[in-house]
Structures are given as C-alpha cells and as structure tokens.
C-alpha cells in the first residue's frame, strides 16, 4: 500500500483562498486537512471516553484513552480509589499465550469485559471467540464454545432481568432461551408474515431485534403484534452482474389509508399449561409513541413501564398526527386498560427534548401519582398526577428552562435528579447541566456547578454519578461526585497538547439573532488553523434544520466534528447554526415552521451568515455555499433553490426533497396529516421539486441507491424537474449503499472536498486523492 509522506512544515503553509492564488491543490494539501479528521484527531487526545460499567459490589469500570493507546480503570466509590482494572502488560502476555501470539498491553483486543463475582475473573471476547482471565495468576483459558453455547444468549435477542432467559423472533414468532439448559421455548404460534410479534419496523426500521420489555420479576414480556398488513411497499434494487436482486419491504406513506398498527399483549412466560398471550382490550395503536418511529432505536422499547410488581404496565398512545397523547394503564392478567390522562397539543407532542426519543413520564405505583413531561407553558417541564383519577395534583418544576432527562426518581425521599437546559444565566442554553428536585416543594438543587455541557452517569444504588464536563472548546474532566453534587475523586482530564500541537483549533462558539432580530441563536465556526484575518475566505454552511435536532451535534469537546475542521483547512469559513425550529429551547422556538417544512430553518441561516461577514472581515459573503446530509440535503436543495442569489455552491446528500415520499410518521408529525386541495395538497409547496426551477448555483444531488431510510426516489424527483427545466446540476448515485454511505463515505467526502474547491474557490482539486490512506509525519 503507498504510504504519504507529509511534512510538518505543510501545517505552516497557507490556505490557497487567503493568498490570493489559484494555483491547483495538491495531495498535500488534501493530506493536511484530512489530519483534522477524526480517526487522525481522536487519538492525539488521551484521558477520552469515560463512560462506567457498574458491577455488582457497587465499583464501576471505564476504558480511557491514553498516549499509546487504552487503559482500563477500576473505580471504588466508597474508599474513593482509582486504579488499573488488572496489570494489562502481565494480561496481555496470559491472552497472547491462547490466542494469535504478541499482544500490545496498550491496545488490548477487547473494549469491555465481564466480572465474575469473586472479582479475579474476568471474560473477554476478542477475534469472535470467548476466554476466561484470571487477574491474580494472570492465566486465560479458551472457553469450551460447546459448553458456551447452553448459556449464550441468541443473536438479536434480549436477555431478561435476571440474566436466566433471553426472548428472541423465529418465524414470526416471540421465543425464549434458558440460558441455564439452553432450552428454547416458543411463547406465540400465531404469528405470520406482516403481522409478526415484536417486530423492529417503523418505516425504514427492520431490524431483527425483538421490541420487548421484560418485567422486574422476569416473569412476563411486554410487546405487540406488529400489523402491516395492506400498507404500501418500498422496493430497491442491488447494482450487480446479472438479474438485480429486489428488496422490498412495508413503508407506509403520508396520506395512506393504512398505516402500521401494534395490537399491545403481554405474554406471562410462567403462566400454568405454558405461556399465555393477554391482548390489551383495546384498539391497536397507529405506532408506537416515541421518537423510535423514525430512528433505529435497535429494540428499544423506553415508551412503555411495567409497574415494580408486574401487576401492570403503563404506556402512552399517541394518535396518527402525534396531537394527541394518553397514559393509559393495562392490567398484566386480564388485558384490561384505563386511560389516566390526556394532552392535546396544537403541533405536536413530545416526550422530552432528547433526539434520542428520551421518555420522560414515571409512574409511581406506590403513591399512586404520575410524572408527566409536557411543554403546555412553552417549556418542558414535569407534572403530577393523581394515578387514579388523572387529577392534575401540582406542577413540579417551573421556569424558562427544560427538563432535559429524568435520571432517577427517589420515590422515598420525593426526590428527583434531572439534567436540565437553560436555567443557568449568562450560559449557552444547550448546555446540559444536572439537578436535585423536591417533588413536594419543586426545590431545585444544581449539583454541577462548572460552565460547561455534563453528560451524568448516575450509581445504581443512587449514592453517586459520574460527572463528564466540557466544551465545544474545552476537553472533557470526568470526576465522582455525590448526590449532593461533592466532588469526590477526579478520573480524568484529558489532554489535548499533542492535537493543538498540529495547529488544530477549537471551533469557536458564535451567537447570531434570529429572523425576528431578537432571539438569540446559537452555533459553531470552523476556520483554518492558518487564518489571515486580512484576506477573504467563502463561507460554507453545514446545516442540519431538525426539527428533531438542530446542525450543532453535540456541546461536548469532540476532536473532529465530521470533516468540518477538515474541510475548513481547505481555505473556507465552516458553520453550523441552531435556527428557529430546532428543539433544546422553547416550545414554540421549535414549533417555528411547524406544518411548513421547506422553511428548514433557512430565513436564520442567511440572516446569521450575513451578520457574521459584518462581524468578521475574512468572510466572503459573496462566495455562500451550503451543504448537509439527509434533513440537510433537504435543506441544501431548499436553499439553493429559495435563496439562488445567495448560496453559489450546495451539495445536497441524501435529502428528503418530499416528504409524501418518506416514511408516514415523519411528515404527519411535522407537516400534518396530508389535506388535499383540488389537485394540490399541503405538501406539494414544501418540497424541493416544486422550486428546482430556481436553480441558479452550482449544485451537486449525491443519493445511495440502496437507501432504505431516505428512498433515493426522493432525489430522482428533484433531478426530473431540473432537467425538465433545463437546469445544469451535478448527479451522484453511489450503488448498492444506505443512508450513512458505509464504505464509500469517505469517497463522498472527497468529492464533496473537490466540488467547494473547484466551485468556490475556482481551483483544481488533486486527481482522485484518497481519503483513509495511512499517513506518516
């Protein structure tokens, strides 16, 4: 394999765009911006990941990153020590005598383990195959995979809280293992083709993960029969020699007359004569009531509650446009169901801000009352209910800030620990920070003081959390605090000296207002590590318009964030702005263009653009460009077509132009249900096609054409109208990918590279650079 060779005194060398010159780029410079990438970033950066497993004995363990590679560290809360988990030279020499020879201590071939509970033996998988480690006498054996495969939980299965069963589909059909005898069991018989039990599909979502929900005691299995009988199909072909192979599968579509539905049951795995399958005596639900209808949420079944005795279990359904949700209670013996509450919302209903589909209503079955997340007084805040009546008892929390998460419910002493937005003045809104509230007194308590976005891991016994705090600018220091937000132990604190060594730079927050001129809005700014504040640089957009997330990923620290320090190395201004419309504000901040989808945000893009090049003199606001993926590629073709004197360059990856073309549950959440209007209807102005006529920039379409999640007919439809309208654009089609581009992302990104350098710039990329290739300082 060819190996570049890059010299450092190219980090010194100067963006093309600020000298002034328009000579060709060369590999070399490609090569030093692709050292902003994430897999060269990330490991410059050491004390990186502390995320605890918690053990039985009340320790947790993490895996950091260090200078030549990994550590694992045991942690001991109650004498506040912090060790190695094992000595990882004498493991890796045991390891290396079973397995393929030489092994590094410092990149062990493992990133977890399991602890036996005498705490000397440790379980480790590496190369597909199991061996067991004895961290005092330091000696590993290969285990016996005939006798594993009696106590190995099946593929795509969920074990249950005990650890004795796992529930797994076969056929159709909800089985369970024991894990004890290996005997497997078949709890339903009922189950067909399109009317499977606990089937993972939601539109693009069809995985082979069972949706369960096991109860407290283990003994019974919350799920559904999932119902797609009659809904429309989506069909894909393979790129191959020879006959294409179809894909199919159902794919319900706003506006159609049958969507998915899920008959509720409960399956008691004990019952006497065999497993017995109660139906819910109700309806089936149009879907299911979390954000997990339109991401891969890999069997998630968070929506749902079983009461702590398994005599019940609470769930919420949401109707077909998501204005209307309803706890209701079902009763695990007879199917029985009652309704608790009920919100109507005028847009739609959300459980929490989370784009992670966080559920943030508890029910607490020993006082008979309920927490109920709503955004009713334009932020999210949480509710008490009498469980009984449905009797709105008080509202918990108040103020202009969100209940991000409830972490943890102490129903003993009526306390709850949330994570929290927007209550700290003079801080950046999305910074999430973490409190102690009185359910009684609606007290709040901050527990985590720094100026800086916390990602909270809290103990299982609830006496501590781990604590993980940075900034978009800052690295992360992970510590042990109590519940009373006392630190206790210091983990870690990254260091970042080796990455700012290479001339990186942290990207620096902005603050723009919004198309209102009042709100304040919120994002990043990429600029070259080499900046010349005197000379001028375009400005590229890379947007992501929600309404489930906004274009800023994350506020935590993070080395490479996608290729936009990348792509900035490369002589351009990169942004990413939270408009109007995107969630982690108000209620009606994110409602800013309910029921008209091609707004994406836009009108704040310019607006901020525009103020940001009166502000900063080295940005050519003549020279916009724009760029996004999926929600972003909708964006992108949006606003090259809404705004075509402003936006020279857009390359639009995988958008969904018409959301009638995208899964149901999408565009009836944020569109509406689809209204017909003579022979138009309320989508046919939001899409992308209907303006394609507009096009006056350079403008690149990418798709993967086997995109099970944005079907690449989405794209197909804009490029059909640009040809119909005579429109020069560029198409890529890359063959047989989904919708992350997999294997050829980097290709993708390459191009994509060379489109805003010879689009914006007017240069000539490097002929055919390749991203991935090892590079050697």
């Known amino acids: 394999m060819q190996i570049r060779i890059l010299s450092l005194i ?59 590679g990994f550590q694992f560290v045991m942690v001991d809360p109650a004498r506040r020590t912090r060790t190695s988990a094992f000595d990882q030279a004498r493991l890796a020499t045991a390891l290396g005598a079973v397995t393929t020879g030489r092994i590094d201590p410092n990149r062990l071939p493992f990133q ?37 495969a009696i106590s190995t939980p099946p593929a795509n299965s969920i074990v249950s809280p005990d650890g004795m069963r796992a529930a797994f589909i076969r056929d159709y059909n909800l089985w369970v293992k024991d894990l004890s005898t290996g005997r497997e069991t078949q709890l339903t018989r009922d189950g067909v083709k399109d009317f499977g039990y606990a089937t993972n599909n939601a539109g693009w979502v069809h995985g082979p993960r069972p949706v369960l929900a096991w109860s407290p005691d283990s003994k019974k299995i919350a799920t559904f029969q999932h119902d797609e009988r009659g809904t429309s199909m989506m069909y894909l072909v393979s790129t191959n020699v020879g006959e294409p192979r179809l894909q199919a599968w159902h794919y319900p579509l706003p506006g159609d007359s049958v969507i998915f539905r899920i008959h509720r049951v409960i399956i008691d795995v004990e019952a006497a004569g065999g497993p017995r399958v109660v139906r819910f005596q109700m309806q089936p639900d149009q879907h299911r009531s979390s954000i997990c209808d339109h991401i891969s949420c890999d069997g998630d079944y968070s929506d749902v509650a079983w009461y702590p005795d398994a005599s019940a279990l609470a769930f919420v359904s949401v109707s077909r446009d998501h204005k209307d949700a309803t706890l209701r209670i079902a009763d695990a013996a007879t199917g029985a169901v009652r309704d608790v509450l009920h919100e109507h919302v005028n847009t739609q209903y959300e459980s929490g801000i989370s784009p992670v589909g966080n559920v943030n209503w508890r029910v607490l079955p020993a006082s008979n009352e309920v927490l109920w997340w709503s955004q009713r007084s334009d932020w999210g805040h949480l509710y ?69 976005n916390h990602n909270i891991s809290m103990a299982p ?22 519940v009373n937000g006392r630190l206790l132990l210091t983990l870690e604190q990254a260091d970042a000296t080796r990455l700012l060594s290479t001339g990186w730079r942290p990207p620096t927050p902005i603050t723009v207002k919004a198309r209102d001129g009042r709100t304040d809005l919120y994002g990043l700014m990429f600029t070259p590590s ?23 990923a994350t506020r935590n620290f993070s080395p490479a964030r996608g290729d936009d320090q990348a ?48 502000r900063y003199g080295f940005i050519d606001i003549d020279r ?21 004197e402003f936006f020279k360059v857009g390359i ?42 507009n096009l006056k920039g350079k403008l690149l379409l990418a798709h993967g054409g086997l995109d099970d999640n944005v079907p690449p007919y989405n794209t197909y439809l804009v490029a059909d109208e640009l040809i119909k309208a005579n429109k020069d654009f560029d198409l890529l089609v890359l063959p047989n990918q989904r919708h992350g581009y997999a294997s050829q992302s980097n290709y993708m990104m390459r191009r994509r590279w060379d489109y805003f350098v010879r689009n914006l710039l007017g240069a000539e990329p490097p002929k055919e650079y390749e991203i991935g290739r090892p590079i050697v300082p």
């Open 567 to 614: 792509l900035a190395e490369l002589g351009f201004v990169v942004v990413e702005i939270d408009g109007m419309g995107t969630p982690w504000r108000s209620k009606s901040f994110q409602d800013a263009y309910y029921a008209k989808m091609g707004d994406n945000t836009l009108p704040d893009q310019v607006d901020g653009m525009r103020q940001l090049a009166q």
């Open 112 to 148: 977890a383990f399991e602890l036996d509970k005498t705490g000397r033996v440790i379980v480790v998988e590496s190369q597909n195959r199991r061996y067991r480690c004895d961290v005092q006498a330091y000696q590993c054996t290969s285990v016996d995979t005939t006798a594993a």
């Open 461 to 482: 016994d609830g006496r501590t959390f781990v604590d993980t705090y940075s900034t978009p600018a800052t690295p992360p220091v992970a510590v042990l605090r109590d």
């Open 652 to 693: 639009s990856e995988s958008g969904n132009h018409d959301n009638r073309n995208y899964e149901d549950d999408w565009g009836e959440r944020y569109q509406g249900l689809l209204e017909r209007h003579g022979p138009s209807d309320n989508y046919t102005a939001e899409s992308n096609q209907a303006l394609a006529k």
């Open 10 to 68: 190219l980090l010194a060398a100067a963006p093309l765009a600020a000298q002034g010159v328009t000579r060709n780029y060369t590999a070399q410079d490609y090569g030093r911006a692709e050292r902003f990438l994430g897999q060269n970033a990330a490991p410059l950066v050491s004390g990186l990941g502390v995320r605890p497993t918690f053990v039985a004995d009340g320790r947790f363990w993490y895996r950091t990153s260090t200078a030549n």
């Open 624 to 644: 916009a460009a724009i760029w996004g993926h999926s929600g972003g590629g909708f964006a992108t073709a949006d606003a090259m077509f809404r705004y075509p």
């Open 384 to 452: 008490l209910y009498d469980l009984r009546t449905g009797a709105l008892k008080k509202q918990v929390t108040t103020g202009s800030w969100n209940v991000a998460d409830i972490m943890r419910v102490d129903e003993r002493s009526r306390t709850l620990y949330v994570s929290g937005v927007g209550r700290e003045a003079g801080r950046d809104p999305y910074f999430q920070h973490f409190y102690r509230v009185g359910i009684d007194n609606g007290a709040v308590t901050l527990l985590t003081s720094e100026n800086a």
């Open 530 to 552: 080499t900046l010349d504040s005197t000379k001028k640089y375009p400005i590229i957009n890379h947007i992501y318009p929600g309404p489930q997330t906004g274009s800023v």
